[in-house]
């Protein structure tokens, strides 16, 4: 079945990259994402990328997909405190039964030390 | 628009109690998601609807657990009875589908049974 794999935790000093790695099992996935969760909060969509693309850059942030090898990732550049939070990588479930539903990894915890 | 509704965002009860927790999804959004988050087990989808229409409830933990989505404004998550052990955050999820299929999330309600 369809699967999302992360890293539990990940430690950065505040003004360096973060990057936070995904892999996932579905090779026809067509979309994938990424999302954060603050502290007390729900889960908001940071961005995501289609199947097509290998790069996609928003300001600080710069998403990798390596579709041959699985392999998602999201750089934070200038990591910053405020960004310490959990962060979901996420695919679009495969098949016309599963229409809609995406498919959540467990989340990587990014602790920003000042 | 205001973004996902939920509520209560806090509810303590007693075991054995009716816990119902409401959502009101983004207006023009045809899907709706009800997740449960937990530390011991992650992020959970539990059920969801497309036009109303429960698509996938595989993930209801019990027959204590139903859902109902009676308009396209307003959907319910009850549990009867409630027990310790559906202590969780419930989140509620919307997303008009095609083409990229991105969910936004509500703040979440965070359910305590004593």
């Known amino acids: 079945g369809e699967d999302v794999e992360q890293s539990l935790f990940l430690s950065v000093r505040e003004g360096d990259s973060s990057v936070i790695n995904c892999t996932y099992t579905?090779?026809?996935?067509?979309?994938l994402y990424w999302y954060k969760q603050e502290p007390g909060a729900g889960l908001q969509l940071l961005t995501y990328i289609f199947s097509n693309m290998d790069m996609k850059q928003d300001q600080r942030l710069t998403v990798l997909l390596n579709k041959k090898d699985k392999h998602l990732s999201l750089r934070i550049a200038d990591t910053q405190t405020g960004d310490s939070a959990i962060y979901f990588c996420a695919e679009k479930a495969h098949g016309s039964s599963n229409t809609g539903k995406l498919i959540f990894g467990q989340g990587t915890t990014l602790q920003v030390k000042p | 628009d205001a973004g996902v509704i939920q509520s209560p965002r806090h509810e303590v009860t007693e075991m054995g109690q009716e816990v119902t927790l409401r959502c009101k999804p983004i207006s023009g959004h045809d899907y709706l998601f009800w997740y449960r988050q937990t530390m011991m087990r992650g992020l959970e989808l539990l059920i969801y609807f497309n036009n109303n229409v429960p698509i996938d409830d595989s993930g209801m933990p019990e027959d204590r657990f139903s859902a109902k989505m009676p308009n396209a404004s307003f959907s319910t998550l009850k549990i009867q009875p409630s027990e310790p052990r559906d202590s969780a955050v419930y989140f509620c999820?919307?997303?008009?589908?095609?083409?990229?299929?991105?969910?936004?999330f509500g703040p979440g309600t965070r359910l305590t049974v004593t």
């Open positions: 999820a919307s997303t008009w589908g095609q083409p990229s299929y991105e969910q936004y």
């Open positions: 579905d090779s026809s996935s067509t979309y």
